[in-house]
């Protein structure tokens, strides 16, 4: 029998992280050896996970959960941290596999330091593709971590494109779901409600990430996040709405076969195929039955009511400073909409805002020297976004 | 530049042979360098041919096409042979790359030639799989010959098969387009001319395999060759009709992942995607544009009006012997359908008849040692099919 599998999560408690751990737990005893486990600053969940799965580590990045972690794990073995530092430290621990699935910019320099030490690295988080893109590709091969996309999206394609050489790749084509709202007319969208926003049809999801997939921003960032990842042009990753989900992405070869991946909306599946890679596990996801689901549609895009995906690929266009501006923009629409603040349609009208004024104070760098770099366009692009919303809100009244 | 790729192709005038040699035409001047060109009787078009593509030899299997083949080649430089031991000859020179795309028994021997040499051999004749695939396999691999299915379904498994391993594939899907009867009722069907069997909804092709499709007779032989080509149980050959014929097989891994190879329905993908292998080329076919096709639909095949399916499983659990006489039995059908002497239905009762009565008579072994039993058990099968056939036609009066 070969030696454990030497694994951290960073974001354990989150659903990516959950279901990683699923898969470890039904994986014949002894295949995996859970190195250190983070979260935000659910104390609770993480010691219970941490106790069950015999973790070396377990930290919360909010220093105000660490007495309560310390107190949940005490005499369970497992050595606490809490804070910033104790996350950084967790990511650089002697694991030769981590999953990097916290959520937004707070991921980016966790996920870093475990690209330095040479792992294998399961990227559920796109804020360090988006943001941070190049400096963390660069990072990858310098130390030769391989990055497994966990995206449902994006693991199609990694797998498509082991049926073919990259040289023979003509494009990539991501398929979106096309959210709730797919139908609805422009006017309808306009008034569209927080929960109508969150009603999504395929997969369950945080708010966030299913308020994203209402507007398709979250397409957007995963044509971004695609052209870093592959290493291709924009004009290479295309986009076609597939209601159903089933098939996930798609790589087209010069001689005209286009390679699939197909499956059932289950992350396991994604999550597996990064776990197990180079080899495959089993999975409980359920199987595919093709006849059962009869039909699958496919359809372009609608610009006009979804304006999220042409301001991702000009933002691609413009650099990093601008793909990062646009992220940071977003994140702070979506949460003026799920704060009732704003409409539907002032997400992407906020964030093109902010854009242009940033565009305009020339404060987007084509390209990153480091993080510091980073942060700061993320911060301008905040309060950028911020008043934008505030204009939007007034106009309102 | 690369040292030119020396190919042949048998079977040079057919549909197969043609597209290949139209990709030969479209590559880069020097790589590719005919070595031989093989057509039954057709001596015009393939004298045409060798002397378009500079062959060194130029085979027609009929005798009484020689004279013919010569006169037309006197003067190119292009060597001349006529008959079965010419098609062998063919077979057997020294290229790296052979197209076995003769169509029916006649294209065994002249396989197993071309197998004999160590060449890659892009196999477009199903026979060879259908009714001595073992025999057929065992002597690729002791000669190391790579075989690279070109039929459009298993030209999809195999590229599916490189986005994983062996070891993990749980089942492949082989699509059938219905064919011209998907939605015909049986008593309608029972009714159908030849020209309506013949009107195929996506795929131009000869007339015997249009029949095959028709009762989807075609894609029982395509289980019966997957299952050798690909080494499978037949549990792990699954079938599903899918009338756009946009995805032409499947690979399902164990964690739930499919991989298909969708494309445009033009024969040119996967020849290409053989004669390029393991690399890829260029290729004229349309590129898919799935918004533009809108949907694609699935279902299970339906066993009353389509019994060919269950027939050529039956006879794979039998063994050789079986299928290589269910081959035959058809090959006769087909023709007396196409004569118009049985109906459509008839087909497949005769095929039943010819293999019962062969199984009762202990005929049909689980393996064959050798081709000649291969004949033998063809050669019974045709005559036990045309006595069926009799019995039906004087029933039918």
Known sequence: MSAPRRISILGATGSVGLATLDLVSRAPEGAYRIIALTANRNAADLAKLARRHGAQFAAVADPAAGAALEEALSGSGVRCGAGPEAIIEAAAMDAGWVMAAIVGAAGLRPAMAAIETGAVIALANKECLVCAGDLFMQAAGRRGAAVLPVDSEHNAVFQALNAGQKGHVRRIVLTASGGPFLNWPLERMRLARVEDALAHPVWSMGDKISIDSATMMNKGLEVIEACRLFDLSPAQVDVVVHPQSIIHGMVEYQDGSLIAQMGSPDMRIPIAAALAWPERMPTPAARLDL?????????????????????????????????????????????????????????????????ETAEAEETLPKRFSGFDQVFDVDARARRLAMAAIARRESQRG
């Not at 039909?295 to 793909?323: C, I, S």
């Open 291 to 355: 006849a059962a689901v009869g039909r699958l549609d496919f359809m372009a895009p609608d610009p006009e009511r979804f304006p999220a995906l042409d301001l991702a690929r000009a933002a691609l266009e413009a650099g990093e400073g601008a793909t990062a501006a646009l992220n940071a923009a977003n994140e702070v629409a979506v949460e003026a909409f799920l704060n009732e603040r704003i409409g539907l349609l002032d997400i992407c009208a906020a964030v093109a805002d902010a854009l």
